[in-house]
Nanobody, 121 residues
C-alpha cells in the first residue's frame, strides 16, 4: 500500500486541523491504519490507530479527547481530526499501515512521507 499525507500547516494554539492520508493498493482494506508523529529531537511516537472496518480505535494518552481518527474506505483515505492544538503537538505527522493496532512504529509495514504541523503559541 502506498500512503500520502496532506493537510499539515502552521496554526495557532487552540486551532483545529484535519490531516488526510490517501492510500492506494488492496492491502488498505485489510490494514490497520495509524498516525504517528515525530517532534524535533524526539523519537517517533504513536498517536492513534483505527481497524480495517473503522469500528475500533486506539489513542495515545496525549491524543485522547482532542484527536479523532477515522477512515473512509470508499475513498481509501484516513483522517486525523486534531482539536485544541498546542505547541507540544508540533511535529511531522506520519500515516502508517499494518496488521494490528499496535503502538510501536516498528510494527507497521508501510509509511507515508509525513506532513509538517506547527503550532505557534
Amino acid at each position: 500500500v502506498q500512503l500520502g499525507e496532506s493537510g499539515g500547516k502552521l496554526v495557532e494554539a487552540g486551532d483545529s486541523l484535519r490531516l488526510s492520508c490517501a492510500a492506494s493498493g488492496p492491502t488498505f482494506f485489510v490494514s490497520v491504519m495509524a498516525w504517528f508523529r515525530r517532534a524535533p529531537g524526539k523519537e517517533r511516537e504513536f498517536v492513534a490507530a483505527i481497524n480495517a472496518n473503522g469500528d475500533g480505535t486506539r489513542y495515545a494518552n496525549s491524543a485522547k479527547g482532542r484527536f479523532t481518527i477515522s477512515r473512509d474506505n470508499a475513498k481509501t483515505t484516513v483522517y486525523l481530526q486534531m482539536n485544541s492544538l498546542q505547541p507540544d503537538d508540533t511535529a511531522v505527522y506520519y500515516c502508517a499501515a499494518g496488521p494490528r493496532a499496535l503502538t510501536r512504529a516498528t510494527q507497521y509495514d508501510y509509511w507515508g512521507q509525513g506532513t509538517q504541523v506547527t503550532v505557534s503559541s
